[in-house]
């Protein structure tokens, strides 16, 4: 149980253009996703907080209007990198905690994004 | 601030060598320690969580232990198949589930 899944796993666009990341938690309800990104050989950063049904949380330094985050049910959240920059290629991870569960998170498989 | 301190960065050890990692925080008020595995390219994959001091638990060659302070991964007998990113990350008071992540301890077991 508690699986968690990306997609895609690995994309490649061209500067400028959009980019949507899924993820969605396959056996169980997640009230709250997280969402995170790291570079190579450092630690996870968290972006935001996404909460079912309401507008998500974002963390100092993130800008809001260009990682538009949307957590329409409780499987599914998604991430859309908005005319996106060379320096926007990174790994984007996603996580998910069972609703009613303390704090444990499981996280997707994670997708590079490369923007050319 | 809440800061989560993991040491060694790097550690190599024999096939069979015993070791152990080590996760430092200070937080204004712990409500849980987890330890996870990354491998390269992947999502970190749940080991344990701890939620207060003396407590431990097992998997397999792996043992996570809790002080006041700080939390220890031990590794009995590791084999090359260990070989991975182990990261902790705390869960603070006050916090809705957001963790905090330290940098990694990367491990290779060398067959």
């Known amino acids: 149980g508690a699986v968690v899944s990306q997609h895609p796993s690995w994309v490649i666009c061209k500067s400028g253009t959009s980019v949507k990341i899924e993820c969605r938690s396959l056996?169980?309800?997640?009230?709250?996703m997280f969402w995170y990104r790291q570079f190579p050989k450092q630690s996870l950063m968290l972006m935001a907080t996404s909460n079912e049904g309401s507008k998500a949380t974002y963390e100092q330094g993130v800008e809001k209007d260009k990682f538009l985050i949307n957590h329409a049910s409780l499987t599914l959240s998604t991430l859309t990198v908005t005319s996106a920059h060379p320096e926007d290629s990174s790994f984007y991870i996603c996580s998910a905690g069972r609703s009613g569960s303390p704090a444990e998170q499981y996280f997707g498989p994670g997708t590079r994004l490369t923007v050319t | 601030e809440d800061q989560v301190t993991q040491s060694p960065e790097a550690l190599r050890l024999q096939e069979g060598e015993s070791s152990s990692l080590n996760c430092s925080y200070t937080?204004?008020?712990?409500?849980?320690l987890f330890w996870y595995r990354q491998d390269p390219g992947k999502g970190p994959e749940f080991l344990f969580t701890l939620y207060s001091a003396g407590e431990e638990k097992e998997k397999e060659r792996l043992k996570a232990t809790l002080t006041k302070k700080e939390s220890f991964l031990h590794i009995t007998a590791p084999k090359p198949e260990d070989s991975a990113t182990y990261l902790c990350?705390?869960?603070?008071?006050?916090?809705?589930?957001?963790?905090?992540f330290g940098s990694g301890t990367q491990l290779t077991v060398l067959p």
């Open positions: 937080v204004s008020g712990l409500r849980g």
């Open positions: 056996d169980f309800q997640a009230t709250t």
């Open positions: 990350a705390v869960l603070v008071s006050g916090s809705a589930r957001q963790l905090t």
